[in-house]
């Protein structure tokens, strides 16, 4: 069991299921809603808690979306003792809406975690992993970046936000740089249509940085660039596609949970494009990650099975 340090937003998250999303001017009525407390790193932080020690640092207003914050990340098993409290500030939110194809439309408003700032090297170096992402101010991102590179903790990247913006410079001591295929995009300015562009699209990534290179690729799966092989594509099974939400963060939480223990980089990948293929076929953030739950805390019972036989 490892220790990880999630820094990143904390959001009120609002999901609304639809036949259709509406465009301007256009009203749709939704069959489901839910409401739970999310962002990038508590989706993954979720699951890296079934099987680790998960601690969050953070900044929630001082209203009842963050009274709410606080007690769900418990329920989380994240341990939320880092988490400031900001009285002037609201709580996060994000609007999520998906449609019967799985598709969904984002609004975000970060509110108190555009506020969050940065935490001593001694905090960090009692951590095996800190996972990061990219929603977070710049200037704070960057000095934790170099917090962890100081005190040898490594860093997992993920890059909801600001891909443009980012000093591509501050991926030098990265240890797993892991953006989506729209994020690769934004980073490199590309179109990434096909598998052979994602490769590429690894390749080029890996020029910035000295540490791994994941690009998960929705229904094709994901590539896989350390700095001792040419770029591994690891296929997806074809499944229906109910809701594309947190399939991401699933992928990345699994994978850092496996690498953690293993150090088989090949092999936490395609554990991780498993269960996060399987989590598309469920309706709703909250539904699809204690689904996947469910199965990795199988996964692991017969992994512990086989290892005592």
């Known amino acids: 069991m490892k220790t990880i340090l999630l820094v990143g937003s904390i959001l009120t998250e609002r999901q609304y299921l639809v036949d259709r999303i509406a465009s301007?001017?256009?009203?749709?009525?939704?069959s489901q809603t839910n409401i739970i407390t999310s962002s990038k790193v508590i989706n993954a932080g979720r699951i890296l808690a079934i099987n680790h020690q998960v601690k969050m640092y953070?900044?929630?207003?001082?209203d009842t979306d963050g009274t709410k914050a606080l007690a769900d990340l418990i329920c989380y098993h994240i341990d939320p003792n880092l988490i400031v409290t900001k009285p002037k500030a609201t709580t996060g939110q994000v609007l999520t809406i998906t449609d019967r194809e799985g598709k969904t439309a984002i609004t975000l408003y970060l509110g108190a975690s555009s506020l969050t700032g940065t935490i001593s090297p001694k905090v960090v170096k009692q951590f095996?992993?800190?996972y990061?992402?990219?929603?977070l101010p710049l200037k704070s991102l960057y000095q934790l970046i170099s917090t962890a590179s100081k005190v040898k903790t490594p860093v997992l990247l993920d890059f909801p936000n600001q891909q443009r913006e980012f000093n591509k410079i501050f991926l030098r001591t990265i240890d797993f740089l892991m953006p989506n295929r729209q994020e690769a995009e934004l980073l490199l300015n590309t179109k990434i249509n096909t598998v052979a562009d994602a490769q590429q699209a690894a390749v080029t990534l890996k020029k910035f940085t000295r540490g791994t290179v994941i690009i998960s690729i929705d229904k094709d799966?994901?590539?896989?660039?350390?700095?001792?092989a040419n770029p591994l594509h690891i296929p997806s099974k074809k499944v229906t596609i109910h809701d594309t939400t947190a399939c991401g963060d699933i992928f990345r939480g699994v994978f850092l949970s496996?690498?953690?223990n293993s150090r088989?980089?090949?092999?936490s990948a395609q554990k991780a494009t498993q269960l996060a293929t399987e989590s598309i076929r469920h309706l709703g953030v909250d539904n699809s990650i204690n689904e996947i739950s469910k199965n990795y805390k199988l996964l692991l019972?017969?992994?512990?099975?086989?290892t005592s036989n």
């Open 24 to 30: 301007a001017d256009q009203v749709a009525y939704a």
């Open 132 to 135: 990061l992402e990219t929603s």
């Open 258 to 260: 496996e690498f953690l």
């Open 128 to 130: 095996d992993c800190m």
């Open 221 to 228: 799966g994901c590539i896989v660039l350390d700095s001792k």
């Open 301 to 306: 019972q017969s992994n512990e099975t086989a």
């Open 58 to 62: 953070g900044t929630i207003g001082a």
């Open 264 to 267: 088989n980089l090949n092999l």
